[in-house]
């Protein structure tokens, strides 16, 4: 069971997994976090429309317009969230919340280090996911 402490906790934590990778915790809060949205039913749309979008960045990491796609993936995760207000959305500001956390140090690092922090929090939203699934996410 996902408890807002276990939130807390991690919002604490993903910067630091997210420039120096990823570890048996955050697979732990992976799992968590994935189990608590696939059983409070966040629909698999905006889980995937998501993950699409940071897939499609991953395919242009070297372009000019990737700092640009992450900078509005926050403001775009935060319109995704407010479309739900007739709908239990706590999981979706959860998942929100969680993913903005990953991005900024992305943002705030310098290039060197652009890639390989977008690595670690690709496959960290990729653990996120697969857990969802796995939990019956649809």
Do not use: C, H
């Given at each position: 069971m996902l408890m807002e402490s276990d939130i807390s906790d991690a919002l604490?934590?993903?910067?630091?997994?997210?420039?120096?990778?990823?570890?048996?915790?955050?697979?732990?809060f992976a799992e968590?976090?994935?189990?608590?949205?696939?059983?409070?039913?966040?629909?698999?749309?905006?889980?995937?429309?998501?993950?699409?979008?940071?897939?499609?960045?991953?395919?242009?990491?070297?372009?000019?317009?990737?700092?640009?796609?992450?900078?509005?993936?926050?403001?775009?995760?935060?319109?995704s969230v407010e479309r739900r207000t007739k709908h239990n959305n706590q999981p979706a500001k959860d998942l929100k919340q969680v993913l903005s956390a990953g991005i900024d140090p992305i943002l705030n690092s310098d290039e060197k280090s652009k890639l390989d922090y977008f690595q670690n929090f690709v496959n960290f939203f990729e653990a996120i996911l697969a857990y969802y699934k796995a939990e019956g996410g649809i």
């Open positions: 604490r934590e993903i910067p630091k997994w997210i420039s120096q990778g990823l570890n048996q915790d955050a697979i732990t968590k976090l994935g189990r608590y949205l696939a059983q409070n039913k966040l629909s698999s749309s905006q889980i995937r429309n998501a993950f699409g979008a940071v897939k499609k960045m991953q395919m242009k990491t070297l372009s000019q317009t990737f700092d640009l796609d992450l900078l509005l993936m926050k403001p775009r995760l935060a319109y």
